[in-house]
């Protein structure tokens, strides 16, 4: 089945600085990758996501890049802010309906944001 | 408001003592599906449902039983809760179709067994 791995598993950031997360995968039937934003006490939330016919998406500060040869997508956050703070997780799924809904998360990256 | 309401937001229960977490949602999706969340480990798939009495095993549903009676409501069920089951459960649902969108979470369940 598939395989997520992701890093760094903590990320520390100055306010104002790019962060950015890293994901492989090992399916390369895979072609729908979201990223979720877990807050303190609150389950994860879809903050972005790409399919495979993009190389990359962009929402105001944050950015999802994709590159399928390798197997690897990057979460970045530009002018991060305090409320940035948060885990964050990326998944893969081979992206069709039914079973192949299945979301495979990486383990997550604390990230923190300080002033 | 579109949303996965779970209940409880906490638990507490003795090893064997069978419970139920139970999970809604009200935006007429098809697909919903259980995780659990351990540190280190990520989310990992319980189990899933396509669709009215439509369920299957994820990667870890060992311990764990869930039936879709109404297309609304996914209720978790432990027979015999034990030690390692202790862990924070989310409840998810995606709309059905040819292909996949993404997961509307629950807040979570935080369940401890002891």
């Known amino acids: 089945g598939e395989n997520v791995e992701q890093h760094p598993s903590t990320l520390s950031v100055q306010e104002g600085d790019s962060a950015v997360i890293k994901c492989t995968y090992s399916d390369s039937a895979s072609n729908y990758f979201p990223w979720y934003k877990q807050e303190l006490g609150k389950g994860p939330q879809l903050i972005i996501d790409i399919r495979s016919n993009v190389g990359e998406k962009k929402d105001q500060r944050i950015a999802v890049t994709l590159n399928k040869t390798a197997k690897h997508f990057s979460l970045h956050i530009t002018e991060t802010q305090p409320e940035d703070s948060a885990v964050y997780f990326c998944a893969a799924s081979l992206g069709g309906g039914g079973t192949a809904s299945k979301l495979t998360f990486g383990t997550g990256t604390r990230l923190q944001v300080t002033l | 408001e579109a949303q996965v309401t779970q209940n409880p937001r906490y638990l507490i229960t003795v090893t064997g003592k069978k419970l139920t977490v139970t999970c809604s949602q009200n935006m007429n999706h098809e697909y919903m599906s259980w995780y659990r969340q351990d540190p280190g480990l990520g989310l990992r798939q319980i189990y899933y449902?396509?669709?009215?009495?439509?369920?299957d095993k994820g990667d870890v549903p060992e311990g764990y039983k869930v039936s879709r009676k109404e297309k609304r409501n996914f209720p978790l069920i432990l027979e015999s809760p034990s030690p390692n089951q202790t862990s924070l459960y989310f409840c998810?649902?995606?709309?059905?179709?040819?292909?996949?969108?993404?997961?509307?979470f629950g807040s979570g369940t935080r369940l401890t067994v002891v």
């Open positions: 449902s396509m669709n009215v009495e439509v369920t």
């Open positions: 998810a649902s995606s709309r059905y179709s040819d292909r996949t969108y993404g997961y509307t």
